[in-house]
Every structure is written in structure tokens, then in C-alpha cells.
């Protein structure tokens, strides 16, 4: 179902160009690393024995990716936190191998937007 | 004056679109990415920001950067949006610091959260730059109100405070200049209660030097300061007159005329003044816009009804001074009251009124305690429900005047530098005579004498009597033995009346002298009329017999008693032509 959603929401991103101007680009950068980080975050809450922290740090990656228009990935985010919500460990580390996949997935396609 | 607090900070009326102003925001996200959007935003608005990364971080930056709006990320680290918000709704204490949540959270329970925890509103991701702009707006426009009204609340609880302050210090200036005088007399019971610390109603009592005790009951218009404000120069003037001498003619006419010049318009005194002259057992009212009076005479309630408007209203040359001279006996008692008291509502809202408060007093007419019944009966009636307005009532219960138990104020110390010695002539004639009383003004001459003001009582007492047998008796030609037929006391003010009216020619010539012999002195009085003079020897006959008989003064008519009274106070009294002419001398020591 995440396949409903396009990589990236070509609105918004017109929008944030208009918005950052020249910044765009450190907008771009930063949320790339900043995205990695979380989902260092996401990955070592597996560790964890609390579902809950997996649905948190979701929902932080989900919050900003939905700014920057990455609405697939915004997607996933939202399943891992509902997982989270629920304490249903079944399949969080599918949704979070997606998540990665789509993370390396638009970073190129952002990057090509500088 | 309140002036000073209205100068320069009148109560802003909120202008309607405040001009665009640089506000500071607090934004506290957590994604850096997320923060360099809504910086993007704030700027491209013109506004500061101050950036934190968490609840803990947002909490310190409040404190350091004082932000206008708070915009905050529900899900932090470290401390949460909720929590953040609820410190910093704490630490903004009354000031209206609008907090905004961003939040990716859309289900209802989150959204509520947000603003159960003190939050205004909440800006969902994506941030649309048009929506919270507009929410920017909106909550300046709040917060400028805000501010509006608590600078206004501000401005009007310290006029409060300077109000009240005021009205402290008024209130004892107040006090001491309108005090009770000598109300505490024992002939005399009192109700005074106001309906707010400043009282609309007066009630003073004085002394005059003769010993006829003066008594004002005024009500002004309305309550509390507004109606106070004009008792001080009420009081000042009763009590400063009385304590001269003055008629109550002479003081009525003064306290109106006073009263027309500083009371706005549509304010004024209803009043009712009174004499109470315990030589001649009379009472002496003016009464204008008061309810009436009673006096009880035996078991007779006579009502004195107000025949005057009230005080300030009249300029001098329309306003009547005019007063009624009334028998008053031993025992009698006399009752005047403002109209709180028949105004006084029950619960249904009906008045106590005047004719329940007659048939009161007709039913209790001899009781003893009639003050204190009517003081019930009045507040049984009004029950639950408040009195409305200042209730205020007197009762006067003639007796004689040692038995009144005033403690005369102390004298001042004598100046030393008075005039000792000197004469003085004084000659009032024709129409003057009627309209002018001089003797205030000769008893303000002769207790310039060191020493002398101790015994102002004895000589207002000699003046007094020498000129109104001079006027009386003299000029006017009426016989005093007109007052012992039955209802010869009212004829005979009636007579003397006409006769004051219709005076134009005549004259009372006045020569006075002092000289001291260092322990005190000798007063020299010497009062001569146009009259046509007495037989002043068969009178004097008759003193002598009266006197030797061992009858008592009170027991003697009117028309012995001026001179019987001359004649104890003073040390010689002589006649001289037909009758016309009466020296006597004051002896006095100390």
C-alpha cells in the first residue's frame, strides 16, 4: 500500500524551493543527514525490548520527511509508528529495511532537485 | 485630584489592525530539517526566531529570549512538547504567551493533548507557510489585546489603590472637621448609619456661648464621597457660628449661601437645624426637604413640616431664613430624621413610610424607650433586605441645661495682647434693626479682651438679653406679657413679625466699655432705644418681691426674666429717662 504513494510530493518541493531559496540545498543535506541519524535510532531501539521507542523514533523521521515532501517514506514511517503504538513486533524489520530503501532511494532524487 | 493618572495613560480603545510588527518566536523541533523550514518561514514574515533542539532546551530559551509566540514540537527528546509547554505556561504566569504545537500527530486524542497541556493551537506537517502565518497574526492580535488589558487592569487597580488611600486621608480630615460635636449630650439619642464609609448624612450638635444647644441634621444628594464632601464646610460653618453666637437665622442663611456657590448643580443638603433654648423652653427649627418632624408635646405629636427647599439650591436674595418658634417643655421630646428612614423597603419593595412611622409613635407616645422602638420597628421591617440609603434620626428631649452633662472644651489660653482698655459706640438704625443681629459681632469684640472669653457665655447672655429687650420691647413696642396668655407664644412671634416688617424708623444706640484692674476688669454696658420706654421701677418692685419670696426663676413669666436674669449676672443695673435707657455693669475676675 505504500506503493500508493509517490516518492516525493512535487508540490511541496516547489513549494520549499520557493520558500529556501538558495538554502534549498543545505535544507536537502541537512535532512539527509539528519535522516540518517534517526535511522541509526530506529535501528538500535530494535535492540530494545520496548516497541514503543521503535514507534517514537518513527515518528520523528516520519514528521520531518512529511515536511520535505517525502511522502512514501513519510508512509512508512507512519506504519513503523503505528507498529510501535500496537507493540506488534511482527514485521518491523521489513518496514524498516523499506524504509532504508526508500531513504537511499530519494536522497538521490532530492540531491538531483539542488 | 485624580488627574495625574489620566493625563497621558487614557485607556487605549484597541485599534483595529495593529501595524505589522517584528515579533520574536521561539521554534523547538527537534529535526534540524524541520527547523530550517519554519526559520525560512518566520524570516520571509519579518520576524525574529530563537532555535531549540528539545522540551529542556525550549524551556531554558523562553527564560533567556522572552519569545512572543512559542511554536514546539510535540515529540521530543529529552522533554516532550507537553511538558515543555506546560513549564513555559507556568513561567509566562499572566502574560498570554501563545503556544502553537507542531505536530505530525493527527489523531484526536493527540490534537486534544496538545491543548489540554496549555497549548492554543497546532500546525500539523507539512507546514503550509500561509496557514501559520496567519495563525501568527491571529495570536499577535490576542496577545497585543492581552497586553491592553492587563496594562488597563493594571492602571485601574492603582487608581483603586490611590483612590482608597485618598479616601483614607479624606476620611479622617472628614472626621475631625464634621465630628459629632457635642451629641453625646444626655438629652440627645442618635442613629447614624451610613451606607458607605463616607456618610451622605450629617449630624452635628454644638453649644452656643449662651448654653442653647444648635443642632443640624443635613442629607445630601446621593452617597459616599461625592455627598460628603460638602458636610466639611457645613460643619466648619455650624460649629464656627454657633460657637460665635450666631441666630439660626444668621447660620441657615450662611450654611445656604455657602452651599449655592460650592455644590455643582442638581446636588444640595436637605436640612433640618435646630435651637434648643433651654432658658426660654423653645424650640427654634428650619427645615427645607426633610421629611417632617415630630414634636411631642405631653401626649400631642405635632408635625413640623419642611417649609423650605433644601440648602443650596436658593441664591441669597430668594432664600428664606425664616424660621418657626416652638413651646417645648420639660420632657418634651422632638424627632427629625432623613429620609432613610420612611424610605427604608421591605422585601416587597414597599417604603416603612410616613404614616406607619405616625401611628408608631401616637402608639408609643410616652414610652421611654420610643427611640429605640422606632430604631426596631425600622429594621424589622426592611428584614433581609439592606438599607438602600443612609439612615440617620435624632431625638431631643428638652431639660435644662446643667443637666446635659457637656464637657465644655477647653478655652484656649487667653492671648495677653488683647485690649485691656477701650469704648465703643455702635448705633443701629431703622430698617437695620430688623435685619441684622449685632450681637455675634459685639461678643467677638469683647472676648478680645485677655481673659475675658472664659465668661463669653455670661456676656453673650447680657448682651443678647439687652438687645433683644432693646428691640423687643423698645423699637418694636411689644408687651412681653402677650407670651403668658394661652396661645399668646405664637401670636406674639406673629406680632413681632408685622412689626419687623413694617419698621423704618428707630434706632438702638450702644455704648460699651472695658477697662482692667489687672485681676480682671469691668465691662460697662449701656443700651439706649427710640421706644417709648416702661414703668422700670413697678418691674423692678416686682423682681425684688418675686425674688424675696423665694420663688424660684422658672417659675417666673417671661416678662421678669430677661431683667431677673440681668440682674443675678450682673453687679449693677440702673435705668435711666423713661425706661429707654439700661447701663449695667460685669464684673469679672480671672
Request: net charge negative; with cysteine; hydrophobic share 40%.
Amino acid at each position: 500500500m505504500s506503493a500508493d504513494f509517490p516518492h516525493v510530493d512535487d508540490d511541496i518541493i516547489a513549494e520549499l524551493q520557493d520558500l529556501m531559496a538558495g538554502d534549498f540545498e543545505v535544507l536537502v543535506s541537512t535532512f539527509i543527514s539528519d535522516s540518517t541519524t534517526r535511522l541509526q535510532e530506529i535501528k538500535q531501539t530494535l535492540e530494545s525490548s520496548d516497541p514503543a521507542d521503535f514507534g517514537k523514533a518513527c515518528h520523528s523521521l516520519k514528521g520531518s520527511a512529511t515536511n520535505v515532501g517525502v511522502v512514501r517514506m513519510a508512509e512508512l514511517c507512519r506504519q513503523g509508528e503505528l507498529k510501535g503504538r500496537q507493540a506488534d513486533w511482527q514485521g518491523v524489520t521489513d518496514i524498516l529495511e523499506e524504509i532504508e530503501t526508500e531513504f537511499e532511494l530519494i536522497a538521490e532524487l532530492l540531491q538531483s532537485k539542488v | 485630584m485624580l488627574t495625574s493618572h489620566t493625563d497621558d495613560q487614557t485607556l487605549e480603545s484597541g485599534s483595529p489592525e495593529p501595524q505589522p510588527l517584528s515579533l520574536t518566536l521561539l521554534i523547538a523541533d527537534d529535526s534540524s530539517s524541520d527547523r530550517l523550514i519554519l526559520k525560512a518561514i518566520v524570516q520571509a514574515q519579518g520576524h525574529r526566531f530563537i532555535e531549540a533542539i528539545d522540551g529542556e532546551d525550549a524551556v531554558a530559551k523562553f527564560v533567556q529570549g522572552k519569545p512572543d509566540i512559542v511554536l514546539l514540537d510535540a515529540i521530543m527528546p529529552r522533554l516532550d512538547g507537553f511538558e515543555a509547554a506546560r513549564q513555559i505556561k507556568q513561567l509566562a504566569g499572566e502574560d498570554n504567551v501563545p503556544i502553537i504545537f507542531l505536530t505530525a500527530l493527527n489523531d484526536a486524542e493527540s490534537l486534544a493533548k496538545c491543548v489540554s497541556v496549555g497549548g492554543d493551537d497546532f500546525l500539523s506537517k507539512p507546514y503550509n507557510p500561509i496557514i501559520l502565518q496567519a495563525k501568527i497574526k491571529a495570536f499577535d492580535r490576542m496577545r497585543r489585546m492581552h497586553k491592553t488589558l492587563q496594562r488597563q487592569r493594571d492602571q485601574i487597580s492603582e487608581s483603586n489603590k490611590q483612590l482608597l488611600r485618598e479616601q483614607y486621608v479624606a476620611k479622617s480630615v472628614f472626621d475631625n472637621v464634621a465630628h459629632r460635636g457635642c451629641l453625646e449630650a444626655r438629652n440627645i439619642r442618635y442613629l447614624i448609619s451610613p451606607l458607605s464609609i463616607f456618610n451622605g448624612d450629617v449630624l452635628l450638635a454644638c453649644q452656643k456661648p449662651s448654653g442653647d444647644l444648635h443642632i443640624l441634621l443635613g442629607d445630601f444628594t446621593g452617597h459616599g464621597l461625592s455627598a460628603a464632601i460638602g458636610a466639611m464646610p457645613l460643619a466648619e460653618l455650624f460649629y464656627g457660628m454657633t460657637a460665635k453666637g450666631y441666630s439660626l437665622r444668621n447660620i441657615v442663611s450662611e450654611l445656604n449661601q455657602k452651599l449655592t456657590f460650592i455644590l455643582p448643580d442638581g446636588f444640595f443638603c436637605c436640612a433640618c437645624l435646630l435651637a434648643l433654648k433651654f432658658e426660654l423652653n423653645e424650640i427654634e427649627t428650619w427645615m427645607g426637604g426633610l421629611p417632617d418632624s415630630f414634636l411631642l408635646r405631653g401626649d400631642q405629636l405635632l408635625r413640623v413640616k419642611s417649609n423650605h427647599l433644601p440648602l443650596g439650591i436658593l441664591k441669597t436674595e430668594s432664600f428664606d431664613p425664616s424660621t418657626y418658634l416652638l413651646e417645648m417643655n420639660r420632657g418634651d421630646r422632638f424627632y427629625m430624621w432623613s429620609d432613610g428612614i420612611v424610605e427604608t423597603t421591605n422585601s416587597d419593595g414597599s417604603f416603612y413610610g410616613d404614616e406607619r412611622l405616625a401611628a408608631l409613635v401616637s402608639q408609643h407616645i410616652s414610652a421611654d424607650d420610643l427611640f429605640a422602638r422606632i430604631k426596631q420597628d425600622v429594621l424589622d421591617f426592611s428584614g433581609d433586605s439592606k438599607p438602600t440609603d443612609d439612615l440617620t434620626m435624632l431625638e431631643l428631649t428638652m431639660m435644662s441645661e446643667q443637666e446635659l452633662g457637656i464637657t465644655k472644651p477647653a478655652q484656649a489660653l487667653a492671648t495677653r495682647r488683647g485690649p485691656k482698655r477701650w469704648e465703643l459706640t455702635y448705633r443701629l438704625q431703622d430698617d437695620s434693626l430688623a435685619n441684622f443681629d449685632p450681637v455675634p459681632l459685639l461678643l467677638q469684640m469683647i472676648v478680645e479682651v485677655p481673659g475675658l472669653r472664659r465668661h463669653s457665655g455670661q456676656v453673650f447672655t447680657i448682651i443678647s438679653e439687652l438687645y433683644n429687650n432693646a428691640l423687643d420691647h423698645g423699637v418694636l413696642g411689644l408687651e412681653s406679657a402677650l407670651k403668658s396668655s394661652p396661645d399668646g407664644f405664637a401670636r406674639y412671634y406673629q406680632v413681632r413679625e408685622e412689626r419687623c416688617q413694617q419698621l423704618c424708623e428707630g434706632y438702638i444706640h450702644i455704648h460699651i466699655t472695658h477697662a482692667d484692674d489687672g485681676k480682671g476688669g469691668l465691662l460697662r454696658l449701656r443700651f439706649e432705644d427710640s421706644g417709648a420706654g416702661f414703668d422700670y421701677q413697678a418691674k423692678l418692685a416686682a423682681i425684688d418681691a418675686v425674688t424675696s419670696a423665694g420663688v424660684s426663676a422658672a417659675a417666673n413669666n417671661y416678662s421678669g426674666r430677661g431683667l431677673s436674669l440681668l440682674k443675678n449676672l450682673c453687679t449693677r443695673m440702673e435705668f435711666e429717662g423713661v425706661g429707654n435707657i439700661i447701663e449695667v455693669d460685669f464684673e469679672w475676675c480671672g
